[in-house]
Each structure stands twice: as C-alpha cells, then as structure tokens.
C-alpha cells in the first residue's frame, strides 16, 4: 500500500515508522528543513515498544505529483487549510485520508474538499514529542489506533489500512461505527480541556478545589448534551471511563493546549476543540455555560498573545 503521510513530526513520524516496520510504502511530505534533517539522520523513534531509526522516502510540496492509496494527516486544525492544498496532488479516485485530527470540524472540511467517500475516521491515544534533534519519544506504553470507514465505498481501505496498523505493536480496532467514536473522543477531551485549561491546572488539581468535582461532571453534562442532540449519544460504559480520568482525584492529566498555554504557545486548537463543539449547542439552543466562558477565555488568550 502506498502511503502518504503529511509531517514527520511526532504522531505522524511514529505511525510512519510503524506503518514502515508493517511493511506499508511510506513517503514523508516535509518541508525543506525537515527533509534534509531526515536525509542526514534519518527517522529516530524511541519507545517501549520498540525503537526505529532507519532511512525513509521523503518529498516537498512543489515536488508532490502521484497519487496515493492513503493519505494520513497529523497536522493541527488550525493549519489544515495549508494541508488540505499540500496533500490535494496527491488525491486520485481512489485515495482515501486518514485524520488524526481532533473534532469533528475538521471533517466537514475535508469533506468539503475532498468528497466523503475520501475521508476515513482515525483516532489515536498516545503520548509523543519531538525532540530538538529531531527524534520522536513515545512516552510509556499506551499505543491505541481506532479507525474506520465513514461510508461504504471506503470499507476496502480502512480493512487495508487497519491490517498495516495490526501489524504493529499497541492496540489496534477497527470500528463499524467510527463517527460515534470520533464523537466519545471528542466529548472527553472537550470536557478535559474546558476545565484544565478554564482552572489552569490539572484534574487533581481541580478535584482538591472546592467545587471541582461538580464542576467537572457539569463539564462532561455540557459536551455530552452535545453528542446526543446530533444523534451520538454515549454509552454508560464510554462515559464511565471518562469519567474515572476526569474524576480521579489522583490524575494529573491535563489536556495538551493547557499544557501550550503554560508554554506561552501562542495558537492553540481552541476553535477545534471547543469552539465548533459550542457552534453546534448554538444550534440546538442548548445551556452550555462552562462551554462558551472556557472558549471565551482560549480566545482572550489567543488574541493577547498574538498582539504581544
């Protein structure tokens, strides 16, 4: 299967090599830098399930001219405008693209582009960074890559797709209902990131603070109102695991944009996460007040940033 994957920083570059281990045709669409960083010292990985460091094919975007089996997009909302051009040479009839991309916004606008029965439904919960020298660390074990067709036509690729995937370490499903899972990552990590980055600190944090507990659970009550106006309500099971990580009083997770925000970073996935999650209970009239001040509070922040 010849692949195509738009990055080689941290997801993109550790499924690549996954994808490579698996026995998949990988190609890295880089920028200049990146390619002749990757051409001096090739892609290094290191993980507990296995270390990578091998040559790999890279190309630039003006150099983009075949078609693809598979396209695996990795970059954040906010630049896949930028992506979506990158990536369209390489688009045939029977192209099929993978988001690893947070919410569902981002799918209506590859859809848009590109037509339904070209989008995939992807997930991946993992925990990577890149270094400064350019190498990919995994941090711990978990390794989970949901994926699936979002319409019939599509059902060949992701069996294809997923097989590549199995073939690597970590767990790895094959959903017959993607857009429902999309949605229960979706909700959670709304939810997380409401209150971790509304309260600027982590879950435990939050759950030692008076108030914390009710206002978590009001979180996930908000986002989850949500899902279930649009048709995608959650099971008692998905909402249970979501709550024994929003509720553990134990946890120091936070979500990665209040991770940016204490970094100073100055764009964040805001507009992904929360703002088209807050556009949608707009539309259904829905109460959403933790919502809307947390989105409120992102783009006062963004915008402080951006005239500094």
């Not at 001096?40 to 290191?46: D, K, P, W």
């Not at 936070?254 to 204490?262: E, F, H, K, L």
């Not at 507009?271 to 947390?294: C, F, H, Q, T, W």
Request: glycine share 10%; charged share 20%.
């Amino acid at each position: 299967m010849k692949i195509l994957i738009l990055g080689a920083g941290a997801i993109g570059g550790y499924y690549g090599a996954r994808l490579i281990q698996a026995g998949a045709d990988v190609t890295f669409l880089v920028r200049p830098q990146r390619a002749a960083l990757l051409a001096t010292h090739g892609l290094m990985v290191h993980s507990e399930l296995g270390d990578f460091h091998a040559p790999v094919q890279t190309v630039t975007q003006d150099a983009v001219h075949a078609e693809y089996d598979a396209i695996i997009v990795t970059c954040k909302g906010y630049d896949l405008g930028q992506a979506m051009d990158a990536i369209a040479p390489a688009v045939g009839q029977s192209t099929a693209i993978l988001p690893f991309l947070n919410g569902l916004g981002a799918y209506d606008r590859l859809d848009h582009r590109f037509g339904k029965d070209h989008v995939l439904g992807g997930i991946a919960y993992i925990a990577t960074m890149l270094g400064e020298n350019g190498a990919i660390r995994h941090m711990g074990a978990n390794d989970v890559v949901i994926t699936g067709a979002r319409t019939p036509l599509l059902q060949d690729q992701a069996e294809a797709l997923h097989a590549l995937f199995a073939a690597s370490p970590g767990a790895r499903t094959l959903s017959g209902n993607i857009t429902q899972a999309l949605w229960d990552k979706w909700v959670m990590i709304a939810a997380g990131a409401l209150m971790t980055c509304l309260m600027r600190g982590t879950v435990a944090d939050i759950m030692a603070a008076p108030g914390g507990r009710s206002l978590m659970q009001r979180a996930i009550t908000e986002c989850r109102s949500v899902a279930t106006a649009e048709g995608f309500d959650l099971s008692p099971e998905t909402v249970q695991r979501m709550e024994k990580l929003l509720l553990d009083e134990q946890s120091s997770w936070a979500a990665s944009m209040m991770r940016d925000i204490t970094q100073d970073i100055t764009r964040l996935e805001s507009d992904d996460i929360l703002g088209n999650m807050a556009e949608r209970a707009e539309k259904y009239s829905l109460d959403v007040p933790l919502l809307r001040a947390a989105y409120c509070q992102l783009k006062v922040y963004e915008s402080q940033k951006q005239r500094a």
